[in-house]
């Protein structure tokens, strides 16, 4: 009986602790780390938000020409993130029907989005 109550406890306890992490891992977010409710956003600077909308610029991107240039300070990675997802999808329309696409893009095109990714420190997008 005792070892019985024992085994239960311990099953409660380790199924406790997996819905702990669960909702740990819910707090995890895609732009950054809910902490007590505090979402710490992470910062692209201006340089380098400056210098990878210049490598899509010089790709071609006419989306990352239309977006303006940063004056001041830093920004939210998300503003990085819609820089190249705009240019990655413009680019994929240009290049249809071209040869040796990666990702739907051409090598020059796919080489741009990533170095741009790269300049402001984005993983994953």
Do not use: C
């Not at 406790?16 to 007590?36: F, M, P």
């Not at 340089?47 to 940063?70: K, M, V």
Request: aromatic share 6%; proline share 2%; no cysteine.
């Amino acid at each position: 009986m005792y070892k019985a109550r024992q085994n239960k406890e311990t099953i409660s306890r380790v199924i406790e602790n997996a819905q702990k992490k669960v909702v740990q891992k819910k707090d995890i977010l895609s732009n950054g780390l809910n902490i007590n409710s505090t979402v710490i956003q992470r910062q692209i600077s201006q340089d380098a938000y400056n210098t990878a909308r210049n490598i899509l610029i010089n790709a071609g991107s006419e989306t990352a020409r239309a977006s303006h240039p940063l004056h001041n300070g830093s920004v939210p990675d998300y503003y990085g993130l819609q820089l190249l997802q705009e240019a990655r999808d413009a680019f994929r329309q240009m290049d249809v029907g071209e040869n040796n696409l990666r990702s739907g893009m051409t090598q020059a095109h796919y080489r741009a989005i990533h170095d741009a990714a790269d300049e402001m420190g984005i993983q994953q997008w």
